[in-house]
């Protein structure tokens, strides 16, 4: 018992600090990028309906890309923490120039894909033109900003797998403070500063064009450059990259050090894409069943999407740290460092199921007064409580499989958990039901979902004991 409570004391405490240390900041980063769709979502909102349904439309297609080009480029975390880990420093900086070029050519092709491929998607979606028009206007303006997104996030991964994870949260912060004033100007134009300031205003500003949901793209694309630029400048003077000092000299592309990015990136990016998809494709299944369902549907989701923030951001963090000591070459370490991380992440997933359950009706309320919504949006959160859990351990235990590289196993385990076990047996429960049980509607594909989670939690936990004792 005394050695038990010694080794809680000089390596499971220590390392739970260190853990919460490095997701605390990303948890940040990560609800303040979502601020700025939440921005844009509202100030397109007060325009007028056209914008705002061109901005959401648009944001359903741009952002899978973005979510894939920055899962490829996370792949670059577990490869720095390795490196940092095992001291070889000098191999970062090459490392990282990789990743910048991949960036760039995903960047490109992202832009490539909003400027020529919408139109006919638009066509296949049976958008109304008034919509599909403003909307292509707007990607076209978003897709300016794709290679910068891009560098941010492989500068981002760099960063994080350097163990310094606040950067991020700055300067997605200075993202944000930058979307929101160029979204009212851009957007609303000489008579929306002419309504915040009155006769202040200088008459060449009064003059300025309200631009709707085109400006609404403008002032993501700056965001978007605004946060590659700061933190390339960051990257460059940050005391703690001095070690590495990835601006000295660029690397030329180099075969292999892409293809290592690639095989450990690729598989993420494509995993993200699977989850983003899934929910996509309730939310079209789910739109047949009426207002009412498709209002409390996304109340829910908004909801627990808020609280998933924690366990994503330890998953990541758990990237970092059980690279790090994978580099060190400390095995048994890691595998305590990787199973100390789930440990937590069961204590915040029984923390997030209280946190739903106590504050789901006050929080409901805060969305809709309607008591339909409210009734139905109340039925499906106790569903989201239960699985809470196996959320919470999908996400760590593939958070600590990306830090042992292994990732096109949990690319595998994913798409068949999230597709055939979440999508199909929630589909042909909420829309045929099984038996004598008629279809459940959009119960079912929530009872689809924590079948799908928790089959992902035990194959990911089946994976983890086995490659942590064979390392």
């Given at each position: 018992m005394?050695?038990?409570?010694?080794?809680?004391?000089s390596v499971y405490w220590p390392e739970t600090r260190m853990s919460m240390h490095l997701a605390l900041p990303i948890c940040g980063a990560q609800l303040a990028q979502a601020g700025m769709s939440v921005v844009d979502v509202m100030m397109t909102g007060r325009h007028d309906a056209t914008s705002l349904a061109a901005v959401s439309v648009g944001s359903s297609l741009w952002m899978p890309l973005m979510l894939f080009m920055t899962g490829t480029l996370m792949g670059l975390t577990p490869i720095v923490a390795h490196l940092l880990g095992g001291k070889r420093n000098e191999a970062i900086r090459p490392a990282v120039h990789q990743a910048l070029w991949v960036a760039l050519l995903l960047g490109a092709i992202a832009a490539v894909l909003l400027w020529s491929a919408?139109?006919?998607?638009?066509?296949?979606m049976s958008v109304p033109p008034a919509v599909a028009s403003?909307?292509?206007?707007?990607?076209?303006?978003?897709?300016?900003?794709?290679?910068?997104?891009?560098?941010?996030?492989?500068?981002?991964?760099?960063?994080?797998?350097?163990?310094?994870?606040?950067?991020?949260?700055?300067?997605?912060?200075?993202?944000?403070?930058?979307?929101?004033?160029?979204?009212?100007?851009?957007i609303y134009g000489g008579d929306g500063l002419v309504d915040l300031f009155g006769a202040w205003v200088p008459t060449s500003l009064q003059q300025l064009p309200a631009l709707g949901a085109f400006g609404c793209g403008i002032a993501t694309a700056l965001s978007m450059w605004t946060m590659a630029l700061a933190m390339a400048y960051y990257t460059r003077r940050g005391s703690t990259y001095k070690s590495v000092a990835i601006w000295q000299k660029l690397t030329p592309p180099q075969w292999l050090g892409i293809r290592e990015l690639v095989v450990v990136g690729v598989p993420i990016g494509v995993a993200i894409f699977v989850e983003?998809?899934?929910?996509?494709?309730?939310?079209?299944?789910?739109?047949?069943?009426?207002?009412?369902?498709?209002?409390?549907?996304?109340?829910?989701?908004?909801?627990?999407?808020?609280?998933?923030?924690?366990?994503?951001?330890l998953s990541m963090a758990l990237t970092v740290r059980v690279g790090n000591t994978l580099g060190q070459q400390r095995l048994a370490l890691a595998r305590k460092v990787a199973w100390n991380g789930i440990v937590i992440s069961v204590i915040i997933a029984a923390i997030n199921s209280l946190v739903l359950w106590v504050s789901a009706e006050p929080v409901i309320a805060l969305y809709t007064s309607n008591s339909e919504i409210q009734a139905l949006a109340l039925s499906i959160i106790a569903l989201a409580v239960i699985f809470q859990l196996s959320d919470s351990l999908q996400v760590n235990l593939a958070g600590a499989l990306r830090g042992y590289k292994d990732t096109r196993i949990v690319m595998v385990i994913t798409v068949l958990s999230y597709w055939i076990v979440g999508l199909g047996g929630g589909h042909w429960l909420g829309s045929y039901g099984v038996g004598e049980v008629a279809p459940l509607g959009v119960h079912g594909y929530w009872i689809g979902l924590i079948a799908g989670l928790s089959t992902a939690a035990l194959l990911l936990g089946w994976r983890l004991q086995r490659i942590s004792i064979r390392e």
């Open positions: 005394g050695g038990f409570t010694q080794q809680i004391k919408i139109m006919p998607i638009f066509e296949l403003q909307s292509a206007a707007y990607l076209s303006a978003v897709a300016f900003g794709m290679p910068g997104i891009a560098l941010f996030q492989a500068l981002r991964a760099f960063s994080d797998g350097m163990n310094h994870t606040r950067p991020a949260l700055w300067i997605s912060l200075v993202g944000l403070s930058v979307n929101i004033p160029a979204n009212y100007l851009l983003v998809t899934l929910f996509t494709l309730i939310a079209l299944f789910i739109a047949s069943f009426g207002e009412v369902t498709v209002g409390a549907h996304q109340i829910a989701l908004s909801f627990t999407s808020i609280l998933f923030m924690l366990p994503l951001s």
